[in-house]
């Protein structure tokens, strides 16, 4: 059975750091490339970062540079360190597995499953 397990979300300020991570068990987890997503209040899921097996990393603008992303193959686990972390950061982050092209790494539709999700509020 796949599970996603997202962790390390919580309230903090704005400037602040938060690390998270996303446990998977159940999969063959060095075979997928890993995202990172989040969805804020009345919006669409939006890509913030992903990872290839090679480790070649892709962020969304908006996080570039704040952002790094990294996995751990023999944990089975994917990291999300955010740095500097801005009011507008504030959504419910999920990690999700995909096989897709690097022309579709950023559509959430080429990702085959999710976790709960894991929330992240940025006080200003």
């Known amino acids: 059975q796949v599970q996603l397990v997202e962790s390390g979300g919580g309230l903090v300020q704005a400037g602040d750091s938060l690390r998270l991570s996303c446990a998977t068990s159940?999969?063959?987890?060095?075979?997928?490339?890993w995202g990172w997503f989040r969805q804020a209040p009345g919006k669409e899921r939006e890509f913030v970062a992903a990872?290839?097996?090679?480790?070649?990393?892709y962020y969304a603008d908006s996080v570039k540079g704040r952002f790094t992303i990294s996995r751990d193959n023999v944990k089975s686990t994917i990291y999300l360190q955010m740095d500097t972390l801005k009011p507008e950061d504030t959504a419910i982050y999920y990690c999700a597995p995909s096989r897709a092209v690097l022309s579709a790494i950023r559509d959430p539709t080429m990702y085959y499953y999710w976790g709960r999700g894991t929330q992240v509020t940025v006080s200003s």
């Open positions: 159940g999969n063959d987890f060095r075979t997928y490339t």
């Open positions: 990872i290839r097996t090679t480790s070649q990393t």
